[in-house]
């Protein structure tokens, strides 16, 4: 492998890992002042766990021998030294550790379903125990040699296509908040209008910095692929996620009379998220209709929570799951060579639905029983009057704004 694409693996890990503290102030600022330092501690904590978890044995975990295989041997390589000792073992270690990024982020992005209400210990026990039932196995299946990767050879139609995990990281972790939000219940006072983000400056540093790592997220793989594709990559993830802002902000000016700068930071996550499994395999005009599609259904999804009365305080269902699901499907109609108007049939988007509902049910069945064990044994939940005190203070004895008073 040449010494460019080794520079550009290295270069997508570190965007990569650099969208997990992205999360971090996106989340933190959306939140009420009282909560930004719980909401930011459970991104940095599961870049923490999730990263140590990954190193000892969720790498092994994320490839499979064959697709009956529910997930890799854990133990095969404990701690990665075989992998390290090998012929290959620099460029190895590089993959592996580009891998680990997507399980952080994926994790940590389920955090934001349960703002302002979660106990710091129970979420860590969350946290690993989700990554290791769901993502690590759900890795597997979709590039890891499992089930989900080998679909179309066994139903002898198209390949699913999920180049940087609309399934494995959007759908899995929309999933799994949906999950959680239902465990966890409401908010003291909980309706529309209940919080309003307590540091927009805050929330729009966030969601740059995840549009500036996003281009790792979805081209890094590229690095092993001698860059083959990373032109068509990098139009698509700057297409559809300016689109998707523009519908975003749309939607809002006829809604609600106003355009938001919230709402275009939300409208650009929820284009990265769409094109995110598409960026490889559709041409941009396409990319730049997903991208549309994407931000108009997003910005009405969130209203959802208030109609069918479940609590995700910062909208991971709204623009993950549904973001997720919409930029897998499409890839039904409008991938290249093989999506129904683009020269193919119904085969792609059979396997498109598959997959993504598949690793939905089994991700919410998980995470709704994980996360109803720990509340019913050590709590998962604050006590209400820390919540209306302030979790930051009661929790982790900080304050996001502490002034000297003279």
Not at 10 to 18: G, M, Y
Not at 71 to 80: H, K, Q, T, Y
Not at 298 to 310: H, I, N, T
Not at 360 to 380: C, D, H, M, P, Q
Request: charge should be negative; charged fraction near 10%; hydrophobic fraction near 55%.
């Amino acid at each position: 492998m040449d010494t460019g694409s080794i520079a550009w693996g290295l270069t997508a890990t570190a965007l990569v890992l650099f969208m997990t503290p992205g999360v971090a102030f996106f989340y933190g600022g959306l939140v009420k002042a009282k909560s930004v330092i719980s909401m930011m501690m459970m991104s940095f904590g599961a870049l923490g766990l999730i990263s140590v978890l990954w190193i000892l044995y969720g790498f092994n975990m994320s490839a499979v021998g064959s697709p009956t295989q529910f997930a890799g041997n854990p133990f095969s390589d404990f701690g990665l030294g075989q992998l390290a000792m090998g012929e290959t073992g620099s460029i190895d270690l590089l993959g592996a550790t580009y891998g680990a990024t997507f399980a952080i982020i994926t994790v940590a992005l389920i955090s934001g379903a349960v703002a302002d209400r979660a106990k710091f210990g129970s979420w860590m026990i969350f946290a690993g125990v989700w990554a290791t039932l769901v993502y690590f196995p759900v890795a597997a299946w979709v590039w890891g040699g499992g089930w989900i990767m080998k679909l179309g050879e066994t139903l002898s139609l198209p390949g699913v296509i999920d180049y940087a995990g609309g399934t494995a990281v959007h759908i899995n972790a929309g999933a799994a908040a949906l999950a959680l939000a239902l465990v966890l219940g409401k908010r003291v006072g909980f309706q529309k209008g209940i919080t309003k983000p307590h540091n927009v400056p805050l929330v729009l540093i966030g969601a740059s910095i995840l549009w500036f790592g996003w281009f790792g997220f979805n081209a890094g793989a590229e690095w092993l692929n001698g860059l083959a594709n990373v032109g068509i990559i990098v139009v698509n993830t700057l297409g559809a996620t300016a689109a998707a802002i523009l519908a975003w902000m749309l939607v809002e000016k006829f809604k609600d009379g106003k355009a938001t700068s919230v709402g275009a930071a939300s409208g650009a996550v929820a284009g990265l998220v769409a094109i995110t499994p598409a960026c490889a395999n559709l041409e941009p005009g396409w990319a730049l209709l997903l991208g549309a599609v994407a931000g108009a259904v997003c910005a009405l999804a969130v209203e959802l929570k208030f109609k069918l009365g479940f609590d995700d305080s910062l909208d991971v269902v709204g623009i993950h799951l549904v973001g997720g699901i919409i930029g897998t499907l499409y890839l039904g109609f409008f991938a290249i060579g093989t999506g129904l108007f683009t020269g193919g049939g119904l085969g792609q988007l059979a396997v498109q639905a598959i997959a993504a509902f598949s690793v939905l049910v089994y991700s919410f069945v998980i995470a709704y029983l994980l996360g109803l064990a720990i509340e019913k044994t050590i709590g998962f939940r604050i006590k209400n009057e820390d919540e209306l005190a302030g979790i930051d203070t009661s929790v982790h004895g900080e304050e996001g704004y502490a002034l000297e008073r003279v």
